[in-house]
C-alpha cells in the first residue's frame, strides 16, 4: 500500500471496506493508511516527543482539535495511533484509547468514568489488579462497590437492579474459565442505566466481540494476546466515542501513554493474532480433552469442553473457546511441582497469550496472597494448574504432558 493507489476508492471509503473485510484482514491492515513514509511497507516508530507547525494557525487548530493532527507524544502519537486503530477495527468499534499497560486501561477506564458516590456492579473472579481496584482503591474514592458470585447470574442482575452506575464483566475468568452471560447482563446493566465495560482479554476480539454482545466499552491487557509474543507491555480501550473521550481525557493528564516503540511490537503482534488464536483454541481444546481422559488429572477447566458448566453461554457468545485452560491433579502440591518441573516446552511463568505455552499454579502465582481457605472459597484447587497454550505443534505439547504426568 505505497504511494498513489490506482483503485477508485478514497481513504475513507477503503477504510470502511477494511473495517467490514473479515479479522485477519482487519487485523494486518487496521489503521495502516494512516502512516506511510517515503513508501515504507510498515508503520514507521516515530519517537519524536514534540511536532512542529510551521504556522500557528494550523497549530491552533490542531491544539483545538478541529484539525487531525500531534502535538505532544502524552497524549497522541502517530504510531500509537495506527495501534489504537487496529484494536478499534478489530473490536468493531467508533473509537479507541490505549495506555501504558492492561492495568492502566482498567484504572482510566474506572477513574475516568466514575466519581464519588457512584457504584460499580461486577464478579468475584475478576483479574488479580482489578479486584484490587475494587476493594481497596475504589472504596477509598467513596465509589461503592458488590461482588457477586461469578456464575450467580440473577445475583448479579439483582445487584445491577439496586442501582448502579458501571457494570464491569470478565468472561472467561480468571483462573477456572467461568462463562459470564455477556448479553443478559448487558442489558440489565442498560435498563439500570449503567454503562457496561468488558475485559476481552483471555477471549480476544477474534473469539468475542463484547460490543456485538451488548457491552458499551471492551478493554484489553495488550500485553497477553493483541501482542503475543511477551516482550511488550500495553492496553487499550475502545466502544462508545462519549465514553472514550472522557477515559482519554483522563489518561492525557495521568499519563499512563503507551510509547510509540512499544506500540510498534504490538502492533506486529496483532498482524498475525488471528492466525495464532484459531491455533490456540484447536491446541487448547486437543490438551483439554488430554487432561480430562488422564488419571492423574482431577477436573479440567476449559468451556470448550461439552460437559464445562459455562459451554452453552460460551457456545453462544464465543467464536472460539480461547487459548486458557487450567485443571487439578488427583494428588497434592507434591504433584503439582513435579509435574511442572518436568514439562519440558512450557515456560514456568506467569501472564498468558504468548506464542510459547505458558504454565503456573494460581496458589503460587495470581492467587499467591491469599490463604488456601480463601482459595478454596473462590472455587480454586491448591493443586490447580493454569495453562496458556501456545502455538507449538499439539502432538509435540500432548508427548510432553503425557511424560510429565507419568511421574
Ligand atoms: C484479564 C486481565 N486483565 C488485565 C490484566 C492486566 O494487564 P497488564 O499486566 O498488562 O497490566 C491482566 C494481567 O494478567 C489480565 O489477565
Excluded at 492423574?296 to 472460539?320: C, I, N, T, W
Excluded at 504433584?335 to 503460587?364: C, F, M, N, Q, W
Aim: glycine residues 10%; charged residues 25%.
Amino acid at each position: 500500500m505505497t504511494g498513489e493507489r490506482e483503485d477508485d476508492l478514497d481513504d475513507e471509503e477503503r477504510r470502511t471496506e477494511i473495517e467490514q473485510a473479515g479479522p485477519g484482514t482487519r487485523a494486518v491492515w487496521g489503521g495502516e493508511l494512516e502512516l506511510s513514509w517515503q513508501g515504507a511497507t510498515q508503520v514507521p516508530v516515530v519517537n519524536s516527543v514534540t511536532f512542529g507547525f510551521d504556522d500557528v494557525d494550523t497549530w491552533l487548530d490542531v491544539g483545538a482539535g478541529r484539525t487531525p493532527g500531534h502535538i505532544y507524544s502524552r497524549n497522541t502519537n502517530p504510531t500509537v495511533q495506527v495501534f489504537e486503530d487496529k484494536v478499534r477495527a478489530l473490536e468493531g468499534a467508533p473509537a479507541a484509547t490505549s495506555f501504558a499497560t492492561g492495568m492502566a486501561a482498567i484504572s482510566n477506564t474506572l477513574f475516568g468514568l466514575l466519581k464519588p458516590g457512584d457504584r460499580v456492579v461486577s464478579l468475584r473472579d475478576t483479574y488479580g489488579g482489578t479486584s484490587r481496584l475494587f476493594l481497596e482503591f475504589l472504596p477509598r474514592f467513596g465509589i461503592d462497590v458488590e461482588l457477586c458470585e461469578t456464575e450467580d447470574v440473577e445475583a448479579l442482575e439483582t445487584a445491577i437492579r439496586d442501582g448502579c452506575d458501571l457494570v464491569y464483566l470478565e468472561s472467561p475468568t480468571n483462573p477456572t474459565m467461568k462463562i459470564v452471560d455477556l448479553p443478559r447482563l448487558a442489558r440489565a446493566g442498560h435498563e439500570a442505566g449503567a454503562v457496561v465495560v468488558v475485559d476481552n482479554t483471555f477471549a480476544t476480539p477474534i473469539n468475542q466481540r463484547p460490543l456485538e454482545l451488548g457491552a458499551d466499552l471492551v478493554l484489553h491487557s495488550a500485553t497477553k494476546f493483541l501482542g503475543g509474543h511477551s516482550d511488550a507491555m500495553g492496553g487499550a480501550v475502545c466502544g462508545r466515542e462519549d465514553l472514550v473521550r472522557e477515559i482519554f481525557r483522563f489518561r492525557e493528564i495521568n499519563g499512563a501513554s503507551l510509547a510509540p516503540a512499544v506500540a510498534y511490537l504490538l502492533i506486529r503482534g496483532i498482524k498475525t493474532l488471528e492466525l495464532r488464536v484459531l491455533r490456540q483454541n484447536e491446541n487448547a481444546l486437543g490438551l483439554a480433552r488430554f487432561l480430562r481422559d488422564h488419571r492423574a488429572v482431577d477436573r479440567v477447566f476449559y468451556p470448550g469442553l461439552e460437559d464445562d458448566k459455562g459451554h452453552v453461554v460460551a457456545a453462544r457468545q464465543m467464536s472460539g473457546f480461547g487459548g486458557l485452560l487450567s485443571f487439578s491433579l488427583t494428588g497434592d502440591f507434591g504433584d503439582v511441582k513435579r509435574v511442572l518441573e518436568r514439562l519440558r516446552y512450557a515456560h514456568r511463568a506467569a501472564s498468558l497469550g504468548s506464542v510459547g505455552t505458558l504454565i503456573g499454579p494460581p496458589a503460587v502465582t495470581s492467587h499467591v496472597e491469599l490463604t488456601p481457605e480463601d482459595r478454596a472459597r473462590l472455587g480454586i484447587p491448591e493443586t490447580l494448574i493454569r495453562c496458556s497454550v501456545g502455538i507449538e505443534n499439539l502432538g509435540d505439547i500432548l508427548a510432553d504432558f503425557h511424560q510429565a504426568l507419568e511421574t
